[in-house]
């Protein structure tokens, strides 16, 4: 069964990601996070910033590799602390600014890569990955941020692969919304998302 969540805080990750992890527990699951942040927090208690670092705990558990990729992350936004998790997890990390700049050259090559690599593939996106311009409704708004537009082509040879196994869309606050804004680009994703979702 394929799932589509609707969160919440990003801390929704962990259950989601844990379990498709041990639905396939001999096959290789690809995470793929569109995200400004790398939430490998070190934490004594769960919170929206560690589900990652929770799953490649996870992973130890299982004696599995962590396969991980952040594509989105602000340098601004993270810690010298979660750059240097990242760093010692073996985290493929591609940051907005590349996005921006290098879609064709790098981002779109490494979307490749997780489809060739992978069995299967869970796709979590905090919105806080838009530009606040585009997505106000999230507690942490983007400066820079990475547009819809370019969003979606990154999601969607994702959702055209076949090995798409389940997806959340996260951090949307209708507190911090503006006008309903928020609201129609999250559900726009989603939409999106489910079109070209192929088996």
Excluded at 41 to 54: D, I, K, L, V
Excluded at 138 to 145: D, F, I, N, R
Aim: proline share 5%; glycine share 6%.
């Amino acid at each position: 069964m394929r799932t589509l969540v609707l969160g919440g805080g990003h801390e929704t990750a962990f259950g989601h990601g844990s379990a498709i992890l041990d639905a396939f527990p001999d096959e290789r699951v690809g995470i793929i996070n569109l995200d400004a942040h790398l939430d490998l927090r070190h934490a004594p208690h769960a919170s929206s910033g560690t589900p990652f670092r929770q799953l490649a705990l996870h992973c130890d558990a299982q004696q599995r590799g962590f396969h991980y990729s952040c594509i989105g992350a602000s340098m601004a936004a993270n810690t010298a602390a979660l750059w240097d998790e990242a760093a010692r997890r073996h985290v493929t990390v591609i940051e907005d600014l590349d996005v921006l700049n290098a879609l064709e050259a790098r981002v779109l090559p490494e979307i490749a890569r997780s489809i060739d690599s992978y069995d299967r593939i869970y796709l979590t996106i905090d919105l806080d990955v838009l530009p606040a311009a585009e997505m106000p409704a999230v507690s942490a708004p983007a400066a820079l941020g990475v547009p819809l537009a370019l969003l979606l082509r990154i999601v969607e040879p994702l959702c055209r692969s076949g090995k798409l196994q389940a997806v959340d869309l996260v951090e949307f606050n209708p507190a911090f919304d503006r006008d309903g804004q928020g609201a129609k680009v999250a559900a726009r994703l989603a939409w999106q998302i489910t079109h070209w979702w192929q088996w």
